[in-house]
């Protein structure tokens, strides 16, 4: 079993900056693809980065440039660095962890989620 807990979410205001931050514990490792989801209300839930084997890296359009994912292999954690925040990054952000080896940006391929952090961004 996989057990994921996220921290660092709150609320902001716009231009600002947030640091979220996943513990993974149990099965995991750098092998697994780690990603960060978000979900608004009544938006289906979307990738916003994964990080891969190997560092590789993935990140939705609209977080290109402001958000940096990254992974502490001796805590094992997978952090999101968000800068430059807008209102419509406004949402509930999940860990997850999803296969092994490979990087993946299919909701359906991660198995193991946390219970999520509330990022509000205010104009």
């Known amino acids: 079993q996989v057990q994921l807990v996220e921290s660092g979410g709150g609320l902001v205001q716009a231009g600002g900056s947030l640091r979220l931050s996943c513990a993974a514990s149990?099965?995991?490792?750098?092998?697994?693809?780690m990603g960060w989801f978000r979900q608004a209300p009544g938006k289906e839930r979307e990738l916003v980065a994964n990080?891969?084997?190997?560092?590789?890296?993935t990140y939705a359009d609209s977080v290109k440039g402001r958000f940096t994912i990254s992974r502490d292999n001796v805590l094992n954690t997978v952090n999101l660095q968000m800068n430059s925040l807008k209102p419509e990054d406004t949402a509930v952000y999940y860990c997850?962890?999803?296969?092994?080896?490979?990087?993946?940006?299919?909701?359906?391929?991660?198995?193991?989620w946390g219970q999520g952090t509330q990022v509000t961004i205010s104009s």
């Open positions: 990080i891969a084997w190997g560092g590789v890296t």
């Open positions: 149990g099965r995991t490792g750098v092998i697994y693809t």
């Open positions: 997850a962890q999803g296969p092994r080896w490979r990087a993946t940006t299919d909701v359906n391929e991660y198995n193991y």
